[in-house]
């Protein structure tokens, strides 16, 4: 088949699905794509949690005595954490330069300001989706549209000329060297997007409003593609340099820094007691990794029944397909406007132009029917979009959470 006329009927069928999701099915947050197993209760779909998290609910697990977030408004003023008063140096390394045309100090005035930075967003802002994980916590802390400028924009004002491999950054960490929070990332990946991705950003949106203190406002950096240690709250330094290495604050714990984000499952509502003979429905959502997701499937092995030849990845598990929801009807996360206009993977109407899109999450459900009495073990695991089963392809712990989860039903 022609690309052309592929995507004409791709076209197509999106907006036909969409058509009938503002019909009976919008009734629930989520609708049913066009392949959904039929039956999943329109309370259960309900149930489901929003997209989009509201930017106050999202986990934090931000360091600091005192945390940035808690300081009281005045000395937020007074430290730079407003958005009047913030300021960001951009400097060379000094003990192993960037060769560059100048620098943005403070002591010469020429440090961006917020204003700055606005004038920038002007022509250069965009926006993305992305889910916000911590590699060290198996469930995601929240997902956000993020907003902001791209890092690149900024570098380029310092005129850069040779000798620069690594860009080094934190935030503010109570003028105290023990709590500094640092990251950083090769120069390559701030000043062109491999892979399509959407670029690192300067944040001060998230899900059209600005960035709460909490959330690392004024502003932070975000990287789309990694996880959260990457993405450093309270910015006000950058330092651009010509050593190579990573000097990560997450690599001193054994983590892997260079890691993006994986695919994994997890069950959001699941029974622990069902009667027998009663239908059991779980839900859940899927990380969509770096590889994407191709499907979501489980598994219900009764207790001692295993099979005698099964792996740690549980590959001989009896696994069957999940349904992936299709969009959501209401995308929460407490939007004022509904999609900010110009949205990576959104069209101009606000609706998505793929699904699931590409570092972000989606939902699913499954119902399982005529399960005998017994002790069950119940099990959920992605199919990535290279075909690679989790926990693969990378089942390392430290470089972020990808396990297979199990849970028990005793249907009775
Ligand atoms: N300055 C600073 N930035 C930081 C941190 C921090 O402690 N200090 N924690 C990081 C970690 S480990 C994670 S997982 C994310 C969490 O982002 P969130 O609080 O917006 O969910 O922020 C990152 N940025
Ligand atoms: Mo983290």
Redesign the pocket.
């Known amino acids: 088949m022609q690309l052309t006329q592929f995507l004409s009927e791709h076209d197509q069928l999106t907006r036909r699905f969409f058509l009938s999701a503002t019909g009976a099915a919008a009734v629930a947050g989520f609708t049913r794509n066009a392949t959904a197993q039929d039956g999943i209760p329109e309370d259960v779909l309900a149930s489901i949690e929003p997209w989009l998290t509201k930017p106050d609910d999202?986990?934090?697990?931000?360091?600091?005595k005192p945390k940035?977030h808690s300081l009281s408004p005045e000395k937020r003023a007074q430290v730079g954490l407003t958005r009047e008063t913030w300021k960001l140096e951009v400097v060379s390394d000094p003990d192993d330069p960037a060769r560059i045309g100048s620098s943005l100090t403070k002591a010469t005035g020429s440090a961006l300001d917020f204003a700055g930075l606005m004038q920038l967003a002007e022509n250069k802002a965009v926006r993305f989706p992305k889910i916000?994980?911590?590699?060290?916590?198996g469930c995601p802390?929240?997902m956000g549209i993020w907003e902001g400028v791209p890092l690149r924009e900024v570098i380029w004002q310092t005129q850069p000329k040779r000798d620069f491999r690594r860009i080094y950054y934190?935030?503010?960490?109570n003028d105290d060297p023990e709590q500094m929070?640092r990251?950083s990332l090769p120069v390559g990946r701030v000043l062109e997007d491999p892979f399509d991705l959407p670029p690192v950003i300067l944040c001060y949106k998230l899900n059209g409003q600005w960035l709460t203190p909490?959330?690392?406002g004024p502003v932070?950096i975000v990287v789309p593609e990694a996880?959260?240690?990457k993405?450093?709250?309270?910015?006000q330094q950058i330092t651009l340099s010509n050593k190579w290495r990573s000097n990560d604050t997450?690599g001193e714990q054994n983590n892997d820094v260079d890691s993006h984000l994986k695919t994994f499952a997890a069950t959001l509502t699941i029974p622990d007691t069902v009667a027998a003979g009663q239908q059991i429905a779980v839900t859940g959502y899927a990380q969509v990794g770096i590889s994407g997701l191709a499907k979501v499937q489980v598994s219900l092995q009764q207790k001692g029944e295993e099979r005698p030849s099964r792996d740690r990845h549980y590959r001989d598990d009896p696994w069957q397909d999940a349904t992936v929801l299709g969009p959501p009807v209401r995308w929460g996360g407490g939007l004022p406007d509904g999609i900010p206009s110009a949205t990576r993977g959104f069209d101009s109407d606000g609706r998505p132009r793929q699904w699931p899109l590409p570092l972000s999450r989606a939902h699913w459900a499954v119902l399982l029917n005529g399960v005998p009495q017994g002790e069950y073990t119940f099990r959920c695991r992605t199919i990535d979009a290279k075909g690679a089963a989790q926990p693969l392809p990378r089942p390392f712990r430290k470089s972020g959470h990808a396990a297979i989860e199990s849970k028990t039903i005793k249907v009775g």
């Open positions: 999202f986990g934090d697990v931000s360091r600091g940035p916000m994980t911590c590699l060290n916590i802390l929240g934190h935030g503010y960490h929070f990251s909490e959330r690392g932070r996880y959260g240690f993405s450093i709250k309270w910015l997450y």
